[in-house]
């Protein structure tokens, strides 16, 4: 890996689990003001929205401004946003300034990483990021859960801290600060872009057109972006499923469920590192049938009532998911790379995965609402993962089935090989 890879991969950690934390810190101050559950998932949203409404400019941000520089100025951000909420702002308003910091952080940090690291290694920095992502989920939950448990509590009251919440905020801020202090030293690629659009219709244009170039590959790009959308739109519906889940059917409370939601970042870790390990990224296309497992795991796992069975499950749900979406990443960045900009695909992925986002959370909000029971609402999801890969299955053969008979005779079909998209 190329020099200061590893604390570039330290800065986003240490940033990342402070969002995660800042997310049940913010369920908890919801409750504190006496909130519906329902609410819980609007802090997402807020958080998730600048990822979609700007991403026909992130893209252009990352690429047209120093990485580094311009990740430093996010986590500066992030903690603008983490301290007016300390100070009373409203959860929904500060988390989506803390999201607008991290829309742009995303395409800066993964256009650093298609810079530096060349393509061959794509998977194994691939697998070091998502082992750091998730490494800061688990960890971000289990200090979130840490920040919002009776003994934090009572620990600040002793110290005569009327609003123990508001201690946990500013216990964020200084982890918002060490993230900025490692970015610091971490060295700019030097890899300069064609100027780029300022107009707004240009700006629309363009991203417009990136957006359809990636959907339109048929070397991996529409695949991958396929899956990744549907990973990560599932993965935050049920990350917060979760924690009402161990709540309402497991009878633990916030804090506890903030540590069995950390069950399953321990299993992508392990899936994660699995892939980055053996799945060349040539082969990154044979992991679509765990997207089928997943769906089916996510299916059955809500029906168990024991936290002795729930455990296990959460762990092998997140390794199953972790093995399937570091190739999938991985070859998405590169066919990104290689049809756009750094910046510009990182952004057109973030697009896509967040409005799967938006609209996962936005309807199971309604559905929570509307008093659908939680063990349904997460069956559903299952289903529908299951229902969506299998589709993208179908159509995948379908595509290779034409395409050798178009071959001339003799000529075997290696459907499964995107070596051709691949040049180290």
Known sequence: MPPRFHTLIAAQFFSALADNALLIVGIALLREMGQ?????????????????????????????????????CMNGLKAVGVGLMALGLDPLIAFGIVGTAAACYAPAKYGLITEIVPPGKLVAANG???????????????????????WWMTAVG???????????????????????????????SGIAYPK??????????????????????????RLSLSM???????????????????????????????????????????????????????????????????GALMLGTPWVTS?????????????????????????????????????????????????????MLGSYAILQACGVPLVWLMSGLGLFVCLCVLTLMARRLSAATKADRARPPGRRWRGEDTRGAVKD
């Open 36 to 72: 519906p559950v329902w609410w819980a998932p609007l802090l997402k949203l807020c958080f998730t929205l600048a990822y979609v409404g700007l991403a026909p400019v992130v893209g252009l941000i990352a690429d047209a401004w120093p990485k580094v520089a311009l990740m430093t």
């Open 128 to 150: 070091w990021i998502e082992v750091s992502v998730v490494c800061s989920v688990l960890l971000g939950t289990l200090v979130g859960g840490l920040l919002v448990s009776p």
């Open 158 to 188: 002793e110290l005569g801290l009327a609003q123990p919440l508001r201690a946990s905020l500013c216990a964020l801020l200084a982890i918002y600060a060490l993230a900025a202090a490692l970015q610091l030293r971490v060295p700019e």
């Open 196 to 221: 780029a659009p300022t107009r707004p219709r240009e700006i629309l244009r363009d991203f417009y057109a990136s957006n359809a170039a990636l959907w339109r590959d048929r070397l991996g790009g």
């Open 228 to 294: 990744t959308t549907l990973f990560w739109g599932a993965g935050a519906t049920l990350q917060l499923a979760v924690l009402q889940w161990a709540q309402d059917v497991l009878g633990l409370r916030l804090n506890q469920g903030a540590y069995l939601q950390a069950t399953v970042a321990i299993g992508v870790v392990v899936g994660a590192g699995l892939a980055g390990r053996w799945i060349a990224l040539h082969h990154s296309l044979r992991v679509m049938p765990l997207g089928l497992m997943l």
């Open 307 to 359: 936290l002795g069975w729930a455990l296990p499950a959460m762990v092998l749900v997140g390794a199953v998911g972790g093995a399937m979406v570091v190739p999938m990443n991985a070859l998405l960045q590169h066919r990104g790379v290689q049809l756009l900009s750094a910046g510009r695909s990182i952004a057109v992925q973030g697009f896509n995965e967040n409005l799967s986002i938006l609209l």
